[in-house]
Structures are given as C-alpha cells and as structure tokens.
C-alpha cells in the first residue's frame, strides 16, 4: 500500500506585513474613511462580480490541493467572529505548478477578511468549528473558467497539515 508523507505547516498570525507576497489583510476602519491603500485593491474587470456566503462544514486542517484564479482577485471572510486558517503560495504565473517551498499557512482571526492577489495559490478556508459561514468575492464564474488546482498527491506523494 502506498501512503503519502504528511507535511506540517505551522500557522502563523496574519499581518498585512507578512501576508503581502499573496494578498491583503482588511481590518475594520471608521466610517467615512476615504479609499487608499489599505483597502482592498480589487481586480474584477473580466467578469461579473459575484459575491455570496458559502457555509463549509468540518472542514478540518489537512490538504493535497491547492488553487489560483489567473482572472480575478478573491476575498473571505468568515461571519460571526470565527477563526480559520488558509495555506497560500505566491502567483507564478509562468509556471503550472506553485512552488513547494514557498506554501506558507496563516491563521486568521474573525475580525478582518483577506484578499488574495491575481493568481496566489490557496488551499481552504480550514477551520475546527462544526460549521462556518463565509463571504466569498470573486467572478460569477471563477469555478468554472478560472480554478487551476494542482494535486501535491500526484506529483509529490505528499498531503499537508496545518499546525
């Protein structure tokens, strides 16, 4: 029987500072506040915006595969205050494959939202809790036209466990 090696990823806290080669990190500012930086650079152009809560259930820490959206940023959140965890990889648009050593996993409290650049690799959202609602900004057809996932099972043998 053939069984895959487990890679642990320890989970750092997010900050806008460590989570800038995949994205952004939005904490809540005053209402009134005027558009700059620190606010989500969206990129929506090549489609319908679609914006929705999807609920995940059990979704646990472990994953073999990991996506990206050549078209289109993403943005999540989680409601009602709860924490997850997401393992990212920054884009490398040239290349079909993310690059194995630069997976970096981040825990992610429930009072911000992130938003993944143009073509960053992400697997989850994770979590323990039984059930989490999620917001989720991207195109009305990401999962369809533009969802590159590659399997770590099939080139590498190997599953990863966010710690």
């Known amino acids: 029987m053939n069984t ?3 890679k642990q990823l320890p989970a750092k806290t997010i900050t806008p500072e460590n989570f800038q080669p995949y994205g952004q990190v939005i904490f809540p500012s005053k209402d009134g506040k005027t558009f700059d930086i620190e606010d989500a650079q969206l990129v929506l152009n090549n489609g319908i915006p679609r914006f929705y809560i999807m609920q995940l259930q059990h979704r646990g820490r ?4 990991i996506t990206r959206h050549a078209k289109c940023t993403q943005c999540l959140g989680s ?3 709860k924490d997850w965890l997401i ?3 920054p884009p490398n648009n ?3 494959e993310p690059a194995l050593q630069e997976i970096a996993a981040f825990h992610i409290p429930g009072n911000c939202f992130i ?3 143009v073509g960053t690799w992400h697997a989850g959202p994770y979590f323990e809790h039984d059930i989490v609602d999620f917001y989720n900004l991207e195109l009305s057809n990401t999962n369809e036209v ?3 996932t590659h399997s770590f099972l099939k080139s590498h043998n190997l599953a990863f466990e966010i710690v």
Request: aromatic share 10%; charged share 20%.
């Open 4 to 6: 895959s090696t487990v």
């Open 62 to 65: 472990k994953f073999h595969n």
């Open 79 to 81: 409601l009602a205050g």
């Open 87 to 89: 393992a990212v990889c």
């Open 94 to 96: 040239h290349i079909k």
């Open 115 to 117: 938003k993944l650049n």
């Open 146 to 148: 533009d969802h590159f």
